[in-house]
């Protein structure tokens, strides 16, 4: 087995909402903000290479929304899903599974493309199936005011309509920080060591995807924890449906991550693409900060 990071993307969003009712005078020490109050963002994604099956976590934005989208996000950089596919020796018809940790659009965008003609849409990984869990289906396809805009009807029904969308067996209640066993229906069509957590404060069964790698367990952060900068605990996004429950969540979350060593695969930290973590007086704080090619290569 081989993982590789792959870059989709990156963009800007507003700070105070990153960090909800924290300070900027705390947060902004390590994600600092342009004039406009944004802060840099990344939508890096992983792949994982496996025999004959490669299964890329999450997609990005992709490109198909408006240029007023678009505008929104201040995207900067050149990189893009197609060129880091392509950097590893891979094309997005390669793609056998496509795991989406949750189908805000940033995670989820890239997985659907205008057709041909652009007259309707269609799946972007045309070999892929495409697994979420069927709660958080439910929850995304009919959803609350608070997330209506993060959850694009564009992104997701195509995925459905296309017959390539499968579900990962997961807990049918509201339960913090629950595990369930490697063997889900996912890992074992994969033939993955490949674990899940799913966590509830951010979205409805948000998946964390866990992965022993080269005697390493890699963690898909997702937005958990979308930088190094939200590792105290009440550095909670406003985004959050439920900051309350994202705070425990969070914290036995990162008390793992420090007691087991694991090592953290950052999706939306434009600047940290893996770090550690260890317990210190204060909490649990940042111990190392990697690249993926530090680590592996």
Request: aromatic share 12%; proline share 4%.
């Amino acid at each position: 087995m081989k993982l590789y990071p792959i870059e989709a993307g990156n963009f800007k969003l507003d700070g105070g909402a990153m960090f909800g009712v924290v300070p900027k005078s705390l947060w902004s020490r390590t994600n600092p903000a342009d004039s406009n109050n944004m802060i840099d963002m990344a939508t890096r994604c992983l792949l994982i290479e496996n025999g004959d099956r490669l299964t890329l976590i999450d997609t990005g934005m992709g490109d198909k929304q408006s240029e007023k989208f678009f505008n929104y996000y201040y995207q900067w950089g050149d990189f893009d899903i197609d060129s880091s596919l392509k950097k590893h020796g891979f094309h997005r018809d390669d793609i056998t599974d496509v795991f989406m940790t949750h189908l805000h659009f940033d995670h989820c965008g890239g997985s659907v493309q205008w057709n041909k003609d652009r007259t309707g849409y269609e799946t972007a990984f045309k070999n892929a199936s495409f697994w979420t869990n069927e709660n958080h289906w439910q929850w995304a396809t009919q959803p609350n005011q608070r997330e209506k805009a993060s959850f694009l009807k564009e992104n997701i029904l195509p995925m459905e309509e296309s017959g390539q969308l499968k579900f990962v067996a997961g807990p049918n209640r509201l339960s913090s920080s629950e595990a369930i066993s490697k063997k889900n229906d996912f890992a074992e069509a994969n033939e993955l060591d490949f674990s899940l957590l799913f966590v509830d404060g951010h979205t409805e069964k948000q998946m964390i995807p866990h992965i022993n790698y080269k005697g390493k367990t890699i963690v898909f952060a997702a937005d958990l924890l979308p930088t190094a900068g939200h590792l105290p605990i009440p550095y909670v996004m406003g985004y959050d449906t439920r900051p309350l429950l994202t705070m425990p969540e969070k914290e036995q979350f990162l008390k793992a991550a420090a007691d087991h060593n694991y090592y953290l695969f950052l999706e939306h930290d434009a600047h940290n693409q893996i770090i550690t973590v260890k317990h210190t007086e204060k909490g649990v704080r940042l111990n190392e900060s990697f690249t993926f090619n530090e680590l592996f290569n």
